[in-house]
């Protein structure tokens, strides 16, 4: 079993930063690829950012350039660096683990992120 949660959101203005971790307990952390997902208010939720177990990574095409994904195997988290933040980077931020051997996903409960002027 996967725990996982959230920290580092906040409010920001648009071109700030901020960073997000991902607090993983209770398997093998290492053997599983990671995503970063978002939800903005009304709409559904969708990849950011993964990264596999042996640090492949990708990205959404409009956070290219802007969001580093990346990942501390020996401290069980995984982090997401984002810079130059727009107001359209506004949702809530979920971080994922999996799938497990028999295909389930573990969901944090996400941190909200709000860039405004």
């Known amino acids: 079993q996967v725990q996982l949660v959230e920290s580092g959101g906040g409010l920001v203005q648009p071109g700030g930063s901020l960073r997000l971790s991902c607090a993983a307990s209770g398997s093998i952390f290492s053997r599983y690829a990671m995503g970063w997902y978002r939800q903005p208010p009304g709409k559904q939720r969708d990849l950011v950012a993964s990264i596999t177990n042996s640090g492949s990574t990708n990205y959404a095409d409009s956070v290219k350039g802007r969001f580093t994904i990346s990942r501390d195997n020996a401290n069980n988290a995984v982090h997401l660096q984002m810079n130059t933040l727009k107001p359209e980077d506004t949702a809530v931020y979920y971080c994922?683990?999996?799938?497990?051997?028999?295909?389930?996903?573990?969901w944090g409960q996400g941190t909200q992120v709000t860039v405004s002027s």
């Open positions: 994922r683990a999996g799938p497990n051997p028999i295909g389930f996903f573990y």
